[in-house]
């Protein structure tokens, strides 16, 4: 079957907001995949390993925590991953990401001191991938949905997802 993909930015915030919400949504075989996100921009900044540091859970992206929803079981880099909404957090590091579904879902990404709102109970699947030089440049951050899964792609870097 052929999966079907858009992505599709509503920033409900205005444009000109410092991260808009924004949505990427698409098939992926049977399953319709939903991202609802906040899109930071790099602004001259260094990301990876600075403003999104190495080795600490991420709320991948800005404002409340990235939300996931698919609406049938589907698989993530091989795992099962069943039909649901999830906060979608990640661990950044220069050779792989680990990718975290978690079960909570609403809560802002970060607390009052600034560490996230993940919490290791709650993990319903973690997976590892690896990250690739993108190419070409994206100011904001966006995820796209795509046949193969997703990717999400920011400043000069990508980070495909398996799913099937």
Do not use: C, H
Not at 8 to 20: D, E, I, M, R, T
Not at 32 to 61: E, F, H, M, N, Q
Not at 91 to 116: M, V
Request: charged share 20%.
């Amino acid at each position: 079957m052929i999966a079907l993909f858009t992505t599709v930015a509503a920033f409900s915030q205005g444009q000109n907001a410092p991260s808009p919400a924004a949505t990427a949504t698409g098939k992926i075989k049977a399953a319709t995949i939903t991202i609802k996100y906040s899109s930071p921009a790099v602004k001259g900044r260094k990301i990876w390993g600075d403003l999104v540091p190495y080795g600490k859970v991420w709320r991948t992206g800005a404002n409340q925590a990235t939300i996931f929803e698919t609406d049938k079981d589907i698989k993530v880099e091989g795992k099962t991953l069943a039909a649901g909404k999830y906060s979608l957090y990640t661990i950044p590091n220069e050779n792989e990401w680990i990718i975290i579904f978690n079960s909570a879902t609403g809560q802002w990404g970060i607390k009052g001191g600034g560490a996230t709102t993940q919490e290791d109970a709650k993990d319903v699947l973690r997976v590892t991938v690896k990250p690739k030089k993108s190419s070409s440049f994206n100011e904001r951050m966006l995820f796209n949905v795509t046949k193969k899964g997703i990717t999400l792609l920011w400043e000069n870097l990508e980070v495909p997802i398996k799913i099937k």
